[in-house]
C-alpha cells in the first residue's frame, strides 16, 4: 500500500504499511505524535539537549519495536510509554552520575547549586515553575507531566504508566503540595 499523503489514514493502517517497508508512513507516524513525545519528554526533563536527544531515541526504539505493537491500545498510549520510560531512564542515569561527584567523605549527600543564567528568567512565572518541577521527584513529575502539561485523563495515565488509578490521584495531589512548597522557597 503505498500512498502519496496518509493525513488520512489511520493508525493501525499506518503501522502495517511502515511494516510492509513504507518509510513515508512512519515519517506520517512521527509527523502524528512528534509534538506529543516532545511535550512529555521536555515537561520531565526541561527544555535541553537531552530532552531532544530521548525525543529522537523514541522514534528510534518505535521503529525497532513496531513489530512487537499488537494493537491492545491506542499507538499514541503505545509511543507514550516508551517515551515516559526512556526519559525515567535518563533521569536514573543523571542521578548515578551526579551522586559520583556529590558525597562528602562520610556518606553525607550535600546539594550541588546550579547558579541562575539570568535574574530576569526567574521572574518568568513559566520558568519558575519549570524549576519547581524539575526538583520533583521523577515518580511525580511523570504524573504532574502526563496530567497537567499533556492533558491526559487520570485513567488514561494510570493505564500508560501501569499503575492504579488511586497512586495517580494520590501521586498527583503530593506533587502539587511539593511544587507549592517550592515555589514558596523560590
Not at 493502517?13 to 513504507?22: S, Y
Not at 515519517?27 to 536527544?53: C, F, H, P, W
Not at 539570568?118 to 513529575?141: C, H, I, S
Not at 487520570?154 to 511539593?178: F, M, N, W, Y
Request: avoid cysteine; hydrophobic fraction near 40%; proline fraction near 2%.
Amino acid at each position: 500500500m503505498i500512498k502519496e499523503s496518509y493525513r488520512q489514514t489511520s493508525d493501525e493502517e499506518l503501522v502495517r504499511a511502515t511494516l510492509d517497508g513504507d518509510k513515508r508512513a512512519f515519517g506520517e507516524i512521527v509527523s502524528r505524535y512528534q509534538n506529543m513525545v516532545a511535550r512529555t519528554v521536555k515537561g520531565m526533563l526541561g527544555d535541553s539537549v537531552y530532552a531532544e536527544d530521548i525525543g529522537q531515541e523514541v522514534f528510534v526504539k518505535l521503529f525497532y519495536s513496531l513489530s512487537d505493537f499488537r494493537g491492545e491500545a491506542k499507538l499514541s498510549t503505545y509511543i507514550q510509554k516508551i517515551a515516559v520510560n526512556l526519559t525515567l531512564n535518563e533521569i536514573k542515569r543523571r542521578k548515578r552520575f551526579f551522586s559520583m561527584f556529590s558525597h562528602k567523605g562520610n556518606d553525607e549527600m550535600h546539594e550541588i547549586e546550579i547558579p541562575d543564567h539570568d535574574n530576569q528568567e526567574r521572574r518568568d512565572a513559566a520558568e519558575l515553575v519549570n524549576k519547581a518541577l524539575m526538583n520533583l521527584d521523577p515518580k511525580f513529575r511523570v504524573i504532574v507531566a502526563m496530567r497537567m502539561l499533556q492533558g491526559y485523563s487520570t485513567k488514561e495515565t494510570a493505564e500508560i504508566l501501569d499503575l492504579p488509578l488511586g497512586t495517580v490521584l494520590s501521586r498527583l495531589s503530593r506533587a502539587q503540595e511539593q511544587i507549592k512548597n517550592i515555589l514558596k522557597k523560590i
